[in-house]
């Protein structure tokens, strides 16, 4: 179904506009379905790829955390200065862990 509009335009005329309704679009043919799926699918890959290096960066982080926080308790129970000092050597010669008892 059609219908008539009336434009008014900036010269002072006025103009008869038929106005239509829009055009659906046409349904994608299984040659473009397959070629979007695909870019759909590379996509998803390359994210995929961005991913896995955060998510092994930030084990790796939470894996040093945890492991400076066995350092930092087993300093903390130090009796005195010159067992800290004890405990820090020891530390440096098993190259960053602490002798868990």
């Known amino acids: 179904m059609a219908a008539w509009t009336l434009r008014f335009d900036s010269a002072g005329l006025f103009e008869f506009l ?3 309704r829009p ?3 046409k349904a ?3 040659r473009d379905r397959a070629v979007a799926a695909r870019e759909v699918s590379e996509r998803r890959a390359e994210a995929m790829r961005g991913l ?3 998510i092994s960066a930030w084990m790796a982080r939470q ?3 945890a492991e400076m926080h066995e350092v930092e308790r087993y300093l903390s129970q130090s009796k005195d200065l010159v067992d800290l000092e004890c405990r820090i ?3 440096e010669r098993r190259g960053g862990t ?3 008892y």
């Open 98 to 100: 602490p002798r868990l």
């Open 23 to 25: 055009v659906a679009p």
């Open 52 to 54: 896995f290096p955060k």
């Open 18 to 20: 038929r106005w239509r």
């Open 63 to 65: 894996s040093y955390l």
């Open 28 to 30: 994608p043919r299984a």
């Open 89 to 91: 050597r020891d530390i």
